[in-house]
């Protein structure tokens, strides 16, 4: 019954300018819609496929940049973190610290993330059951915190292809904390472009509205105003100009859930 | 814009009276909700996990009763075949002729039920990718039909396990073909009791409404009245008591993507 | 301690002089390297990814050409069904019947192979675990048959891959029956060519040589004159001029296993 | 041609004088068998299922220890490090830094280990295709190094199970590095206990001698006294006991490539 949030916004920090751009637009899309939103962008792309690919600003500049978009733009900023020693520093300027989905059995970077006392948003590894969480909470828990999120972000399907087994959002949500759908990354075919990710940008609405008739508290999609340009995670990034269909098309199915009684 | 179609049953006729009740039931449900109603039922078992399992009737008592199903209840029935021989005989009485997962690929099925004149539903094989169903279409197209359903029942996924790719839904039916989901066997969990299959009918109504979301044109659900006591698929066959709910809350997803301009 | 024994063979049945060519040649081989020699060749491709694809002889050519094979080659010759009716005819020409891994949980045409009295090779479905092949053993031998092969041809591994997992042999051992690797099939990539499946045949020797190191009684392999002009499964069989070469790899790390003591 | 080596040790750092007792045990076995031996054992277990779990000696103590191995047992060591700032300290004591596979598309993790000028052995993620491991060869190369080992440890297959693709040993080799197999991580259950990892050791034996019929340069395995007892991967440990018997398997099967023409 709570409003639905949106975590989004472009892949990774490119100039503070563009930055702030995205996040105004995303947020005034959002006030439209009667959606919470947290802006999400990454200082560092610390796990690209290539060593060749852009990485992002350095810590110091990137968090500058959100400092600005939770300034100027008025709202909640999210960002990952990778080795633990960026945990305390990252959360003087952020709301919600994330642990990326390779690292989320990481004990020493979620106790790092846990010990700030910021929102913790875990996403699934790839490699993981839903069931798996479930320590990974105890973990986090054990740091002190119950400030978490869990986020399902597909799970390794083959070579270079993702899956999203749906019945994981009512498993993680058993463990008592909101879960979000990732519903960008879950289009992302791992290294399936040899020295880059590819994605299927044309089923994020599906899924986002599948993510929305299961039942989720959040969606997390990343935006970019010209995804076909954009230095990380192009193919499975939504255009702007789409947001407001896909974020219409969510709300829809998820406030018909509210007109019967249903098994969530 | 299509009324919603359920194709819906016990997985195995057991007594005539029994079907009958059945069939009676369910139609009562649909007719209150406004959705279409196939009765399915099989008359034969015959890729059960252990030779010592319920196979059913034999095609032609069982063919008798889905007579008297059409003929009392006064709805079309689906039955599926395993071995050509059987498809003239089969479509002498059903409307619709089912091709079963594992024998998705079998040219010969294909062809005798094409060459019946009836809607032939093709179950996709758990082995296959979507974009693989476009072959099996092509063989029916080849026998000279064009009346065909294409249905999602989940892949395989390590073992004793199925995964639903919700991307084939929007991917088969780019075939031109209406598409169907199979919300009880895609939580099969095949032979994973031994000598049965196991199953989790607890995440039907979610799948369910992720199909809705996504978009369907009929949605597939064996029913019974005691699951816990049904000689084949109990574990994740629903029970009649909850029908109902889950379709109302099917019938809400769906009608919410009218609501907006909607990707599908 | 048993020697090694090779089913192999063209595909698919095509010409009588060319079926006998292949069986004398690989006749040649097995005898120069004292391997037992069974000659597979199927009369019909009845699951063929394309409608267009060529499915060899009718049933009587095919019986025909296998039985020459029998009586100028003088060599056993195993030949795969696909539907109960083919097992009775075939079985009076074949030394071995065949139940494709497709249709490996068929229960009519497991009863009907094992009714015959001659020797059933099941290929485990690529859905199954090996454990789920007791069913299947359990199915023939309530068949009244003791006389089963059980082959491993790879698993479903997300879309259009196989992997074998070959943990399946010694497990499928534990049944009490011999094992079979087929090394071709194996590497097929199933769909994988839009239309056809595709192949990884260089991978061939390394499969064959890893499953004769865990410890089997036969291996299947798929051998042609000419692979890439071949009707069926040309990318994954491999050329009669390497078959002395991968055979020779293969004994000699199957001998390995003699001289020191071995968990098989 | 080279001679095969042993990567092996107990999972974790005990105490020192249990340290020394295996790394003198194992030496003596790959003594007798003319095996070259690097001693493996880690300092902390970082991403351990539980947060309860045994986690190992700390990084000062643990690289005491392991100084220790190399001056009274006479062998080159090795040991896993999970965040950047450890591989300098790490690399003052050890030959080889490990990099495991959750971690291994991590940028900065890898560039400072290739700083370091020691060996660097890159476990292949469980996300990953073996064609996926050229770009994380490739950000070792650019950060300088060409002393890289490169372990199949198993590829995620539906939940909680790996499966070993052996393809991936020869795809890996195209590199122009040595290819590892881990023998007893590959038979891992992932947090198929809950709160711990389940194991099959009992495959350990087969699947090391199919790698070693595929051709590797090294053999990974880890070992304890009593792997029942074990405070990590005790169920996919081998015991020091059976550890001559597999690696004179192993032996036997790889020499037996030297005695013909051998595709690797």
């Known amino acids: 019954n709570c409003p639905l949030t949106l975590i989004g916004g472009p892949c990774v920090i490119e100039s503070g300018d563009f930055t702030l751009f995205m996040a105004e637009q995303i947020a005034k899309v959002c006030d439209r819609l009667g959606i919470s939103f947290i802006f999400k962008s990454s200082f560092d792309k610390a796990n690209r496929t290539s060593i060749n690919s852009f990485r992002g600003q350095n810590l110091e500049t990137g968090l500058q940049i959100l400092q600005r978009v939770k300034e100027e733009v008025g709202v909640p900023v999210l960002t990952d973190i ?11 300027v952020v709301d919600v610290l994330q642990i990326p989905a390779f690292l989320c059995r990481q ?7 846990a010990a700030t006392g910021k929102v913790v948003n875990v996403k699934k590894g790839q490699f993981l059951g ?8 105890r973990k986090l ?4 915190t119950k ?6 972000r597909g799970t390794s399907f083959g070579y270079n292809t993702l899956v999203v087994d749906f019945r994981s959002l009512p498993q993680m949500r058993e463990f008592g904390y909101p879960v979000v759908f990732d519903a960008t990354h879950s289009v992302q ?19 986002a509205r599948a993510a929305a008739a299961i039942g989720i508290d959040a969606l997390f999609m990343e935006v970019h105003e010209n995804p076909d ?22 709300l829809n199915v998820r406030n018909s859930l509210q ?4 098994t969530v």
Request: proline fraction near 9%; hydrophobic fraction near 40%; glycine fraction near 10%.
């Open 130 to 137: 839903p069931w798996d969480m479930k320590n990974v909470v």
């Open 141 to 144: 828990e054990s740091g002190g």
């Open 189 to 207: 075919m791992p290294g399936g472009q040899g020295d880059k990710s590819g994605g299927q940008r044309q089923f994020v609405p599906y899924l």
């Open 259 to 262: 007109a019967v009684p249903t």
């Open 82 to 92: 990778h080795e633990s020693y960026q945990a305390a520093t990252v959360a003087e």
């Open 147 to 152: 400030r978490i999120l869990l986020t399902e």
């Open 229 to 250: 340009t954009a230095p990380s995670d192009g193919p499975n990034m939504i255009p702007l100009a789409e947001l407001e269909s896909v974020l219409k098309q969510v």
């Open 107 to 113: 004990t020493d970077l979620l106790l790092a993330a």
